[in-house]
């Protein structure tokens, strides 16, 4: 059964920093990309960074350039989210993703397997 | 404002047919596949359509999707209590090297 768990959400204060992170099992973890998406209260999803297999490519959101950096450990089958600078709209659910490739590239990808998400509080 | 544009809110009645557009543009859905996510309250996303039309097993054939040019939509028949939940459309895009999703629609089975 895949499962994706975060972990290390909470409260921060304004321009503090905070490492998410997401354990995953189930499935092979070194052969997909994976994703952080996340989700403010009361509001829609937004889309935070990519990351491919092997760790080749990154992406990220304009609104969190500069401050996240997303990282990947095989080896532990663990998925990284380290944030700096935070800043109240920082706060949010914090999903990982689970990017399935229909063999077309990212175009024709989704994400299949949802983590239950972490909370950040960002707040003096 | 976000990327793609979805109606706030939709609603029917159990057994109807509704249907929840997305619009977005040249570069997500005219050139990448729609996906759609369902989020019952309290939950994280869940996977409903993908590549544009393609339903993950155990997804009932209630639930369908399509595309045409820079447009998708998401069509619920048969409408259930149990459809009550926000619906979020989303596509790879080229221009902004990233996800862009929908800001989500509530659908309210009354």
């Known amino acids: 059964e895949v499962q994706l768990v975060e972990s290390g959400g909470g409260l921060v204060q304004p321009g503090g920093s905070l490492r998410l992170s997401c354990a995953a099992s189930g499935f092979t973890f070194s052969s997909y990309s994976m994703n952080w998406v996340r989700q403010a209260p009361g509001k829609g999803l937004e889309w935070v960074s990519y990351?491919?297999?092997?760790?080749?490519?990154?992406y990220y959101a304009d609104s969190v350039k500069g401050r996240f950096t997303i990282s990947r450990d095989n080896a532990k089958n663990s998925l990284y989210l380290q944030m700096s600078s935070l800043r109240d709209e920082d706060t949010a659910v914090y999903y990982c993703a689970r990017e399935h490739d229909e063999g077309g590239g990212t175009s024709m990808a989704h994400f299949d397997y949802w983590g239950q998400g972490t909370l950040v509080a960002v707040s003096s | 404002q976000s990327v793609l544009t979805q109606p706030p809110s939709a609603s029917g009645t159990p057994g109807q047919r509704v249907t929840i557009s997305c619009s977005g543009s040249s570069s997500n859905i005219g050139s990448n596949a729609v996906n759609w996510y369902q989020q019952l309250p309290g939950t994280a996303p869940k996977l409903l359509i993908y590549s544009n039309n393609q339903r993950p097993s155990g997804v009932p054939d209630r639930f369908s999707g399509s595309k045409s040019g820079t447009s998708a939509s998401l069509a619920i028949s048969g409408l259930q209590s149990e459809d009550e939940a926000d619906y979020y459309c989303?596509?790879?895009?080229?221009?902004?090297?990233?996800?862009?999703f929908g800001g989500g629609t509530k659908l309210t089975v009354l």
């Open positions: 990351i491919s297999s092997s760790s080749s490519t990154m």
């Open positions: 989303a596509a790879w895009d080229e221009s902004l090297n990233g996800w862009v």
